[in-house]
């Protein structure tokens, strides 16, 4: 269940209050009445990803997910169903068992004012799995030595978070996931440095989306001895014009080019779902462009990939307003369950992902460079710089020490307007 806002500040138990957990209770904590040990600053995760819950109940609907060894706040402690230990609770509407945690004198993580932004947009270092597949294995002294604990095709990208050597220098690679992977078998995916443009340069943007943009002295004129422009690089689009029941843009003195090789943002007004400052997000089907807004202003636009399929079909990003359900640092994706699919793929830690309509969201895709044009199964797909932006922009905020994060009342999913 979803509470609703406190208004009121509602005080820790004496006890908490006096062990240094917080020096005044956030509005939305209640009394605990449990004790807790006096010198006690926080609750370290010890599984790799563990529930948080809405309410100190194992049945209670799920908050978000920390990450292993996070060290969260403790505010309050209560004894409820579904766990041996007793519930703790770490934040708003969010409570953890204690069966899998440890109290730490250690300080919980502080959150920061600005988030913690990775240079290129990709938490881990991704490989893909070479054309001949390969083997991993759970245990490093083991690796090569005894029959593999799983294969890996050809195609799948894997997160390795570790690179160590074996015997006579073999390096290995630890996967997210625990396995020990020959680094031979592994080709290193190189992400894309494509970004968007904020709202400071938005007026009049536009990217060239073909493979080159052949630069013309004029609407259906000779073509310019001038160089093309590199696909995906922004020009300022002067005006437009058409000729022969085709639209050109100028983008300089006697430069014009085909609309066909130009994406430009189409304006959008806000849904009447939003709040007034409210901010969202338009995804354009149309023009292969996702627009972020805050209020009527748009403050961030750039390319994207939608999905490639039909209207209404599986592959066809789903048209409407949505609020995103839930947000995941990181999540698996995989189609190796669908018969029907006539190629299989598999993408381990998948990066920045914004789900708001079942299976479809907004994310990174570092396996492909084809923004401005539809690409994807359906999701919307960014560069992984554009993501790790958009992520940090959207709502629910993800605490730190937090891998996935659900709305709640006070703190709602941001709205996602696809059309």
């Not at 940090?392 to 307007?417: E, S």
Request: proline share 8%.
């Amino acid at each position: 269940m979803r509470k609703a806002r406190v208004n009121c500040c509602m005080q820790l138990s004496a006890l908490a209050m006096s062990s240094g957990i917080a020096a005044q209770a956030p509005p939305w904590t209640e009394a605990s009445g449990l004790p807790l040990p006096h010198d006690v600053r926080s609750v370290r995760i010890l599984r790799w990803e563990e529930p948080l819950l809405n309410e100190p109940r194992g049945s209670a609907p799920r908050r978000g997910t920390a990450g292993k060894s996070a060290l969260l706040p403790l505010y309050g402690a209560q004894r409820g169903p579904g766990c041996e230990h007793r519930w703790l609770m770490v934040g708003p509407s969010a409570w953890v068992c204690g069966d899998h945690t440890e109290y730490s004198t250690a300080p919980p993580l502080a959150a920061r004012s600005r988030p913690h932004l990775f240079s290129n947009g990709m938490p881990f270092a991704y490989y893909f799995v070479a054309e001949d597949g390969s083997l991993g294995y759970e245990q490093l002294s083991l690796a090569e030595e005894q029959a593999p604990d799983e294969e890996l095709e050809p195609g799948f990208a894997v997160a390795i978070r570790q690179i160590a050597k074996k015997n006579g220098g073999q390096k290995f690679g630890l996967s997210t996931k625990g396995l020990w992977i020959p680094m031979r078998d592994l080709r290193m995916a190189r992400p894309y440095g494509f970004e968007g443009i904020g709202k400071d340069r938005l007026a009049g943007v536009g990217w060239i989306k073909s493979a080159s943009g052949t630069i013309f002295k004029k609407p259906g004129g000779r073509r310019s001895s001038q160089r093309p422009l590199k696909k995906h690089s922004a020009v300022l689009v002067i005006e437009k014009s058409s000729h022969r029941s085709k639209d050109w843009y100028r983008v300089g003195q006697d430069r014009w080019l085909r609309a066909r090789d130009l994406r430009v943002p189409r304006p959008a007004t806000a849904p009447p779902e939003a709040r007034p400052g409210e901010r969202w997000i338009d995804v354009d089907t149309e023009t292969q462009i996702v627009t972020a807004y805050e209020g009527s202003e748009a403050v961030f636009s750039t390319l994207t990939s939608t999905g490639r399929g039909a209207k209404d079909s599986e592959l066809a990003t789903p048209k409407g307003t949505h609020r995103i359900w839930v947000k995941l640092q990181t999540s698996d994706m995989t189609n190796l369950q669908d018969d029907k699919a006539s190629r299989f793929y598999a993408m381990q830690e998948v990066p920045w992902v914004m789900f708001f309509k079942g299976g479809y969201g907004l994310h990174a895709a570092f396996w492909h460079r084809n923004f401005g044009n539809r690409q994807s199964h359906g999701c919307v797909n960014l560069a992984p710089k554009d993501a790790q932006r958009l992520f940090h922009f959207t709502r629910p905020a993800l605490p730190a020490g937090w891998k996935a994060a659900l709305p709640t009342q006070y703190d709602p999913g941001t709205l996602i307007v696809v059309r």
